[in-house]
């Protein structure tokens, strides 16, 4: 009995586990340019060899639109031999943003 529930548990989280999908990756780097005509971002990769990637942003949530030397953080998917960002967090932006609106001195 006991190990029949064991291999029902373990059937059940493998199921689980399969049925969640492709987990995003996550990216975060420079702006080296965007296109927002096209939807498209490239990214110099923070990460040693300091790759540039080429993302689509169609249908991507973007926080505040990213511009050249912007730091962001992107949350993507490979399809095929594409990167689709699901999600653009502008950095840069955030941080002007809580400057702003925080008083001078207080953090």
């Known amino acids: 009995m006991r190990q029949t529930l064991s291999v029902v548990v373990v059937a059940a989280a493998a199921a689980l586990a399969w049925a969640c999908g492709e ?4 990216v975060q780097g420079t702006v080296v340019s965007y296109a ?7 990214v110099k990769d923070e990460r040693l060899p300091n790759a540039e990637l080429t993302f689509s942003l169609e249908g991507s949530d973007i ?3 990213p511009r050249p030397g912007d730091e962001v953080r992107l949350a993507y998917l490979r399809q095929g031999d594409r990167l689709r960002a699901l ?4 950095l840069t932006r955030q941080l002007e943003l809580r400057r702003k609106s925080s ?3 207080v953090h």
Do not use: F, I, L
């Open 23 to 26: 987990h995003p990756t996550v």
């Open 36 to 42: 927002a005509a096209s939807a498209v971002v490239v």
């Open 63 to 65: 926080g505040a639109e």
């Open 87 to 90: 999600r653009v967090m502008n």
């Open 103 to 105: 008083p001078s001195g």
